[in-house]
């Protein structure tokens, strides 16, 4: 069976970046109907937060991916978080120093600084020298039984080349000469990533590795510990880098980058799933708004780009409108309701109102991409603010004023929620009546109506708020007789 794994470190806000690679796994996953593992990389002491993890889980579960093994649900390859998992580093550690395939490294940091800025001096790479690699293996230990602190440095073999098969990249080979030989354990006993990577990958059984190329240099390092341990190696598929619109490395300076930003701004989880998922491939009928089980259906790793995918910020806003069109009126208004509310918005928890609120979040998604925007335009459904120079220079004018009276002498015997095709019927006898067309027919309707020269389009206007009239909403939308009332008088 096919085993994927998300593998971050909780050490800030997840970024696009992060959740594309895991996007790809839980896709690849499902489709070939394999395990997809969440295993929390926490051993940067330092800088991982519980409160980060927190996040991370909740950042991910909103966007709709969903792990089969994890911290938060267990499995039986488990514990999930490498904190958890000290001892078991310890021991495969122990075990390659016992074949002499790593080594006790007694440099300390001033020492080792001081290397770099030597070999800096002269020109060369400041890497590691490896000093204490040919050290005699019983003197080491006799300092070590006596409480002298030692980082465990792995054993790069030399004059070989490091090849293995790409998914997405095809070959890639390695000279080990250019690999330094990397910390396994550092002196207080933590992991570093490049062993204890290997260790879980191999005891939680994952056969295919999915990651940035960033990870590269690190795969070989990483083969390298596989075969020492005589550990057959997972398939590895390196994903390109997600740049900026500028073709540069993607930061805050272009934008959102964090997933929790995203959710704030006002992107549906589906529609961020969606544009994500378009990022490095593309379905071969072209389709660019899938839902969930659309993309895992279509998904082919095979057809995955090495070229670097860029994160175009008005094209996932145009997936996130196409998106809110998608979803049906009332789960859309209850998705709404808490952005309303941040503007004092309430509206009574009422199936019908949420659908009010569904419909009228279609009609501004005509304008708007983002659910906060959305939120911000229900202010033109609610309230007017009439202009008191827009009102007298229509009030002043003869034929602006004639088109409004007329048109409220009609409206007022009729009964609420006015259809919009009554009032198109009204408006072709004004103007049979008077002459008036065009422009001069609708545009002092609209402003008497919305207080505005330009916006929403009027066939889309009138039947919201008719509609939302008769609800039981606070603040109250007033009809179309309301807003003709405030207007003449």
């Not at 030399?158 to 990397?182: A, Q």
């Not at 990483?222 to 390196?238: D, G, M, N, R, V």
């Amino acid at each position: 069976m096919m085993r994927l794994r998300f593998a971050p470190s909780p050490t800030g806000f997840v970024h696009v970046g992060n959740v594309r690679t895991a996007l790809f796994n839980y896709l690849h996953s499902k489709k070939n109907n394999g395990i997809f593992v969440l295993r929390i990389e926490d051993t940067d002491v330092e800088r991982s937060k519980k409160e980060y993890e927190i996040n991370l889980v909740n950042d991910l579960k909103w966007i709709g991916i969903e792990w089969d093994e994890g911290p938060d649900i267990g499995g039986k390859f488990g514990p999930y978080r490498q904190s958890e998992r000290v001892e078991i580093y310890t021991k495969y550690a122990q075990r390659l120093i016992d074949e002499n395939k790593a080594y006790y490294c007694f440099c300390s940091k001033e020492e080792l600084e001081k290397q770099k800025e030597e070999a800096m001096k002269q020109g060369n790479s400041p890497v590691y020298i490896e000093k204490c690699r040919d050290l005699d293996v019983e003197e080491s230990n006799i300092r070590i039984k006596k409480g002298e602190k030692a980082a465990v440095r792995f054993k790069i073999p030399r004059n070989i080349y490091v090849e293995f098969k790409d998914i997405i990249r095809g070959n890639i080979k390695f000279d080990s000469n250019l690999l330094i030989d990397p910390v396994i354990l550092r002196s207080s006993g933590i992991p570093a990533y490049n062993f204890s990577v290997v260790i879980d990958d191999s005891i939680m059984k994952i056969n295919l590795v999915i990651r940035g190329e960033d990870h590269l240099s690190n795969t070989a390092r990483q083969i390298l510990t596989y075969k020492s341990l005589k550990i057959e190696p997972p398939e590895f598929a390196h994903l390109s880098m997600v740049m900026g619109p500028d073709n540069t490395k993607l930061s805050k300076r272009h934008g959102s980058t964090s997933i929790s930003q995203f959710r704030e701004d006002g992107y549906l989880p589906q529609a961020l799933f969606n544009y994500l998922a378009l990022l490095g491939w593309s379905p071969d009928n072209g389709k660019e708004i899938l839902l969930k089980q659309e993309l895992i259906s279509a998904f082919d790793l095979n057809k995955v780009s090495k070229s670097s995918a860029i994160f175009d910020y008005k094209k996932l806003q145009w997936v996130n409108r196409e998106h809110i069109r998608l979803i049906n009126d009332e789960e859309l208004g209850n998705v709404m309701t808490p952005f309303l509310e941040k503007r004092g918005i309430k509206f009574n928890p009422e199936k019908e109102n949420f659908k009010w609120i569904g419909q009228a979040s279609k009609v501004l998604c005509n304008y708007n991409h983002l659910l906060t925007e959305i939120s911000e335009g229900f202010k033109e459904f609610i309230s007017i603010n009439y202009s008191k120079d827009l009102i007298k220079k229509t009030k002043d004018c003869e034929t602006s004023i004639k088109v409004i009276s007329m048109f409220f002498k009609e409206i007022s015997v009729l009964d609420s929620p006015i259809e919009f095709s009554k009032v198109a019927e009204i408006l072709r006898r004004i103007q049979a009546q008077t002459k008036i067309k065009g422009k001069e027919l609708y545009h002092p309707l609209r402003i008497a109506l919305t207080g505005k020269e330009s916006g929403i389009e009027l066939k889309d206007y009138i039947p919201t708020i008719e509609r939302g009239s008769v609800l039981n909403i606070e603040p109250c939308v007033k009809n179309i007789k309301y807003r003709l009332i405030a207007f003449l008088k």
